[in-house]
């Protein structure tokens, strides 16, 4: 076993503190990282105070991981010590049903996630996954994707989960040249969602509560952004949109949004609120309209979108912190006081 030092929350209502872990023994599939930075999503938040139920502690989260091989086992062959390396939401899976094989692990009921999954302990010493507000990690090496030389590792932190979140529904229901693309929310999410929707070719407007961060919304790659605080927004944009990705986890009028696409037109829902949603299916049958849902993506859509955003020098727009800031960044991500992401430099762990 190796150690590494973290940070960690030992109870739901507790601060973070600084610990000490240990990482398991590297096997020959294994890929030992130096972790360089970690982005904070908002599932860290609602992980780590136990919102969703059933967290372990302590609490090591982080699954937005940026960081240099140290060290491979004796049979890895997709990576090398020295090699700019990133993991994302997962860190294994069974490898043998049907969305394994399709490339889409994120579906498989086998899934480990980054921390807070129960494993036997020669796979993370104390019996659950540990993330990466951490100075190291073991990870096997295919849930382990290359960052390319093209992005600063500070800013392609929050890729391996904010981006491929939004770049895999974007690939998925085709946004591109002559689609029309609507993201809803301009935060964490949003703001990612908007630069790769640009990228690829489509007409993007982003639908925000205010029009605060429109200056930053066009400086990203949107054509047009309005307030949907403002009720005439839903009236002048019915039947408009091919495609509405909305990543607010707040509870929204879905109906109102499910009017502003055109026939065949497909509403994501991304962010997750705490009630059931009600719909009125009248408004998905009289245009044929679709209400789905999509998570993170797999190891090779993520492995693209790296790649994509390389070539497009698409990053996040950080607030790069110390460890001893986390907590202080977990109260202003709940207040929506961050533009966009923060990151920690694990040096400071």
Known sequence: MSTAAAYAMPAAD???QKVTIERRELGPHDVLIDIK???ICHSDIHTARNEWGGTSYPCVPGHEIAGIVAAVGSAVTRHKVGDRVGVGCMVDSCGRCEPCLA???QYCSATVMTYGTPVPETVQPGGYTMGGYSTQIVVTENF???IPEGIDLSVAAPLLCAGITLFSPLQHWGAGPGKRVAIVGMGGLGHIGVKIAASLGAEVTVLSHTLSKQDDGKRFGAHHYYATSDKQTFR???GTFDLIINTVSAELPIDNYLRLLARDGTMVLLGLPENPLSVHPMHLAAYRRSLAGSMIGGIAQTQQMLD???EHGIGADIELIAADEI????DRVVASDVR???VIDAATI
Do not use: I, M, Q
């Not at 907590?327 to 977990?330: M, Q, V």
């Open 144 to 146: 382990v994707v290359t």
């Open 236 to 238: 002048n944009l019915r």
């Open 14 to 16: 507790a601060p973070f």
């Open 308 to 310: 994509f955003c390389a």
């Open 37 to 39: 930075y970690a982005g």
């Open 340 to 342: 966009y992401r923060f």
């Open 103 to 105: 490339g889409e692990e």
């Open 327 to 330: 907590d202080s960044a977990f």
